[in-house]
């Protein structure tokens, strides 16, 4: 396992659609351990294969431990992941691991459920809501060259999170309009 380099939102890799996988054997399992590996170590709760620059359609989700959610701490390693059905929609928050440092208000389904195949080709079929929800259609959006700031409604509802240490700066804003 590795953790890998992350791509960042001007990389055109990221604006591909991603392959199909057909294929479950050694090399798959190991794109996803290093998957798993480079989420944990960039702590984000979720990463999709195009983000480390492999245009495979895997995502792997991890929301953390929960005693009131099930489903938190519970990885997901999916392939070929489709939404099936969304419900709801709320206005809600999200960032990026490949744009770091900001984030921005996007509509989404509040509750999903979601067709895939788990690492080893078995299907499988995943009811989430809230957050989870939020990012299963986070992840799959880059499977398909979508980036969060391509859903949010307009430039002003994109902002800039400054590091504690930096707030403690008296020339610096907390939250900067891109």
Do not use: W
């Not at 998957?35 to 960039?42: G, L, N, Q």
Request: proline share 6%; hydrophobic share 40%; charged share 30%.
């Amino acid at each position: 396992m590795a953790v890998r380099g992350i791509v960042f939102a001007d990389d055109p890799i990221l604006r591909k659609k991603s392959k199909k996988v057909k294929h479950f054997g050694e090399d798959l399992q190991a794109l996803i351990n290093d998957m798993v590996e480079t989420m944990h170590a960039a702590n984000g709760a979720g990463l999709a294969a195009p983000q480390i620059g492999v245009l495979e359609r895997v995502i792997v989700v991890q929301l953390p431990e929960d005693e009131e959610d099930p489903q938190g701490g519970q990885l997901f390693a999916l392939c070929n992941p489709q939404i099936v059905r969304a419900n709801g929609e709320e206005k809600g928050d999200e960032g990026c691991l490949c744009l770091p440092g900001y984030v921005g208000e996007v509509k989404r389904a509040t509750s999903v459920i979601v067709k895939a195949q788990d690492r080893r080709g078995k299907k499988v079929r995943i009811k989430a809501e809230g957050f989870l929800a939020r990012v299963f259609q986070h992840e799959a959006d880059h499977l398909d060259g979508i980036l969060y700031i391509d859903r949010v409604e307009s430039p002003d509802k994109i902002r800039r999170i400054v590091p504690p240490a930096e707030e403690e700066s008296e020339d610096t804003q907390t939250e900067v309009p891109l």
